[in-house]
């Protein structure tokens, strides 16, 4: 079986549509077929600053919304990045690896430090890409499940894979990005040009799986759209249309075509009523199995721990063959 890998940060609290429909969603698909790995990346979470207990309880629950949105730890393997020592080890490697010139060139990062400015920018949150290069050799993925917003990450991993195998011999597997078309990208409810985002979004902008429900339906039913009156997809003319079309979609599985002969004649009011029911119902189910995780944490802590020790085991192969590669000296 193939192999995949990805994380999601524990920092916001609730996953946003985003999340759910351009990653979480595929990772629930690919344990089905693949051999997959999925981690919540507390590491990453540190590199802007974290209150401590609230980022231990942010960890749980984004545990228990993987799970509850559909992850069997059965199927899959799912840990904590903090948990397997690995990441930081071989993080380390990359680093000297990765030329200041490449890394300088990440637009997450040139957005997010231009946001902050230079003195609130941590150097850990310029590195993050190449802990997340780290993330995936560790594990010889085959494929990265995540949104749009990680292509490059995921082009800067393969640079590195080949960097390394070429210097010191074959050893990493070069993964390639698993990036839906249709859901690489959920744009802000508010302003549809750019996407769903946990730290730019407004408030009304953005859906918050754990959110009341209501409040969620609310959001749909006020997200802008145009001034126009047909429902088509059309993502260059349309952008808000063809995002409620696209998230519409992605949750009932009719098809865009579908869904265009259904509303033909009809007002964007319509579709936004019969949207926001459709989020109502999908939401409703999903808080409630998160509450469920959480209320037993002890189930929760042994699925993690039981993750994180057959993580280990992977991550451990493959950076002792990475250091003897390097040449460091074996402890013996
Ligand atoms: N709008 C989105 N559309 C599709 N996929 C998205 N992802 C995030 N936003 C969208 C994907 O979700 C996965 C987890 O991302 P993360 O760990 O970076 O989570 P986050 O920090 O909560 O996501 P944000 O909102 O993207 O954070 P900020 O605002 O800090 O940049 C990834 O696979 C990501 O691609």
Not at 302 to 309: D, H, P
Request: with cysteine; aromatic share 8%; charged share 25%.
């Amino acid at each position: 079986r193939p192999r995949v890998l990805s994380g999601i940060q524990p920092t916001a609290g609730s996953f946003h549509l985003g999340n759910y429909l351009g990653a979480v969603r595929q990772w629930v698909a690919l344990q089905e077929s693949h051999d997959a790995f999925y981690m919540v990346v507390d590491l990453h979470a540190i590199t802007v600053p974290q209150d401590p207990t609230a980022l231990r309880a942010n960890t749980r629950l984004a545990a228990a919304q993987l799970l509850a949105a559909g992850l069997d730890p059965e199927r899959c393997t799912l840990f904590v990045q903090s948990h397997v020592p690995e990441h930081a080890q071989l993080a380390w490697v990359m680093n000297c690896l990765t030329g200041f010139g490449e890394a300088s060139r990440m637009t997450q990062f040139k957005d997010k430090s231009a946001k902050q400015g230079a003195d609130r920018t941590s150097v850990g949150l310029f590195t993050y890409p190449i802990l997340q290069i780290a993330d995936i050799l560790l594990y010889q993925a085959n494929q990265v499940p995540v949104g749009e917003d990680q292509r490059q990450h995921i082009e800067l991993t393969r640079d590195l894979a080949e960097r390394f195998n070429g210097r010191y011999g074959d050893t990493f597997t070069v993964p390639a990005p698993y990036i839906l078309k249709e859901t690489g990208k959920v744009y802000d409810l508010q302003d549809p040009a750019v996407k769903m985002s946990k730290s730019a979004s407004s408030v009304k902008g953005i859906i918050n799986l754990l959110d009341e429900p209501k409040t969620s339906a609310k959001k749909i039913k006020s997200a802008v759209t145009d001034t126009d009156t047909v429902i088509r997809y059309d993502a260059e003319a349309k952008p808000g249309v063809s995002n409620l079309l696209t998230i519409y979609s992605t949750l009932t599985g009719e098809s865009i075509a579908d869904l265009e002969k259904k509303y033909e004649g009809k007002m964007y009011g319509a579709l936004k009523t019969d949207l926001a029911e459709i989020m109502v119902e999908f939401v409703t189910p999903f808080r409630d199995r998160t509450q469920e995780y959480l209320d037993d944490p002890e189930t929760l802590d042994s699925i993690l721990a039981k993750g994180a020790e057959k993580a280990r085991a992977v991550a451990a192969e493959t950076l002792a063959s990475a250091y003897d590669r390097i040449g460091f000296l074996p402890a013996k």
